[in-house]
C-alpha cells in the first residue's frame, strides 16, 4: 500500500522503528529529480532519507491502528505454536528476516517466540538482543497506535510474558 506522508507523520521504518517524517526533499540524483522523506528515527534520532519511489520496496509504512494493535496483543497470547526444532543459527535469521520484514505481525512473533523460549532455555547473546529488539520495536510502535505511553505497554507486555526481565 502505498501512502503519502506528510510532514509530522509518524512512519514505521523496517528495522529501525517508529520514524517521524522531518522533511520533504527533491535532490538530484545523476541527472534525474527525487523526491525524498526525511525520517527521524524516534528512539535513536538517526536521520533516514527514502525516496517517495521507494516506499514500498523497503517497507516504509503508516504506524498500525488502535484496531491493529488489539491483532498484536492477540499474537502475543498464542500460545498455540509449534515447536521450532531448527539449529538455533536457521532460527536467528528465520528472526532477523521477519524484523526486516516491518511486518507488525511478524515482529510480535518473534517477541512471542523468543519470550516464551526463555522460560524453556537460556537464549544466546544474539537472541537476546533480537528479543530485546523486537520488544523495543513493539512497545514504541503500540504506545503511538494506543495513544498512551510506553510504561503501560510494557506493563501489558510483562501480564502476558510475564515479569522476568530482558537482561541488559
Same mark, same amino acid.
Request: proline share 4%.
Given at each position: ?13 523496517? +528495522?529501525? #522503528? /517508529?520514524?517521524? =517524517?522531518?522533511?520533504?526533499?527533491? !535532490?538530484? @540524483? ?38 491493529? +494493535?488489539? #491483532? /498484536?496483543?492477540? =499474537?502475543?497470547?498464542?500460545?498455540? !505454536?509449534? @515447536? ?50 523486537? !520488544? ?33
Amino acid at each position: 500500500m502505498h501512502h503519502n506522508f506528510r510532514i509530522g507523520d509518524k512512519a514505521v521504518y523496517p +528495522a529501525q #522503528g /517508529v520514524t517521524e =517524517v522531518t522533511g520533504i526533499e527533491t !535532490r538530484d @540524483i545523476c541527472g534525474n529529480q527525487e523526491i525524498f522523506y526525511v525520517l527521524r528515527v524516534l528512539d535513536s534520532e538517526k536521520k533516514i532519507m527514502v525516496p517517495v519511489s521507494k516506499v514500498g520496496s523497503v517497507g516504509l509504512r503508516e504506524v498500525m491502528s488502535a484496531g491493529e +494493535a488489539n #491483532g /498484536v496483543y492477540n =499474537v502475543l497470547r498464542d500460545r498455540d !505454536r509449534p @515447536i521450532d526444532t531448527q539449529t538455533w543459527n536457521r532460527r536467528f535469521r528465520k528472526y532477523v528476516e521477519k524484523i526486516k520484514s516491518g511486518a507488525v505481525a511478524d515482529v510480535a512473533e518473534v517477541l512471542r517466540d523468543l519470550s516464551l523460549a526463555r522460560h524453556e532455555k537460556p537464549l544466546s547473546c544474539r537472541e537476546r538482543e533480537m528479543l530485546e529488539l523486537a !520488544r523495543r520495536l513493539l512497545v514504541k510502535e503500540l504506545s503511538i497506535a494506543e495513544n498512551s505511553d510506553e510504561e503501560n505497554v510494557e506493563g501489558k507486555l510483562t501480564d502476558i510474558f510475564g515479569a522476568d526481565p530482558i537482561p541488559a
